[in-house]
């Protein structure tokens, strides 16, 4: 699977949408783009996944660049509750694991 | 909706103990998924299992076992347990039709054992 490279950590103001970029230059052609997050000691989270269109769902979009060599992940309105680490994940598509790598601390501040 | 329940959520035992920590994946769901986070680290996989079979091993230390039984719940055992083992323990589950080309759910993780060692 790809390696996924994140900044280590990053603060959004409460209301304001947050962009948390990933960058997987190496992600091949089957893989597919995973985002989780992880509320302070609670089990990750499933936010949204892609391949190459961008994605929506009611929790955060997710806008992957046409060569497919990073994304950014938006919560358009963030929250305290957002709080998180954001985990970026490269797999293929039928099942298998996930890998988790140095996510992103996100602290949304009021 | 029925969500991943891991026994017990919290379990303290001694060092050279045994213990034993339960999955009850997502009903339909067919794949299981251990991981473990030690304080301060991302989670790491251990193991997982399709359809009662194991499927994946991580960096499961020979002192683990695990299985998956006839009704998909999973269980994962420590033996000769040791200080380093204190950590949360994740189960996640999804379902994955056709394992070599067919499609998938994405994983959803229980709540979570913290195992603390003394």
């Known amino acids: 699977d790809a390696k996924t490279t994140q900044p280590t950590s990053m603060d959004c103001a409460e209301g304001r949408a947050a962009n948390l970029p990933c960058n997987h230059s190496?992600?091949?052609?089957?893989?597919?783009v995973y985002w989780y997050r992880q509320i302070h000691s609670q089990g990750p989270q499933y936010i949204i996944h892609?391949?190459?269109n961008n994605e929506t769902n009611e929790m955060a979009s997710l806008i992957i660049t046409e060569d497919r060599k990073s994304s950014t992940l938006i919560l358009p309105h963030a929250t305290l509750r957002d709080t998180a680490v954001y985990y970026c994940i490269v797999k293929g598509g039928q099942g298998g694991k996930l890998i988790f790598g140095q996510g992103t601390e996100l602290s949304v501040k009021p | 909706a029925a969500g991943v329940i891991q026994s017990p959520r919290h379990l303290i035992k001694e060092k050279r103990e045994t213990a034993t920590l339960k999955c009850y994946p997502i009903?339909?769901?067919?794949?299981v998924y251990w991981y473990q986070q030690g304080p301060g680290q991302d989670p790491q996989f251990l193991i997982s299992?399709?359809?009662?079979?194991?499927?994946d091993k991580g960096s499961i230390p020979d002192r683990f076992s695990a299985q998956q039984f006839s009704d998909y719940h999973s269980e994962l055992n420590m033996s000769s347990l040791e200080l380093g083992d204190s950590a949360l323990y994740f189960c996640?589950?999804?379902?994955?039709?056709?394992?070599?080309?067919?499609?998938?759910?994405?994983?959803?993780f229980g709540q979570g054992t913290r195992l603390t060692v003394v």
């Open positions: 996640a589950s999804s379902l994955v039709w056709g394992w070599t080309g067919g499609g998938h759910t994405e994983a959803f």
């Open positions: 299992f399709y359809e009662k079979m194991q499927s």
């Open positions: 009903p339909r769901h067919d794949t």
């Open positions: 190496t992600i091949s052609g089957n893989e597919y």
């Open positions: 892609g391949l190459k």
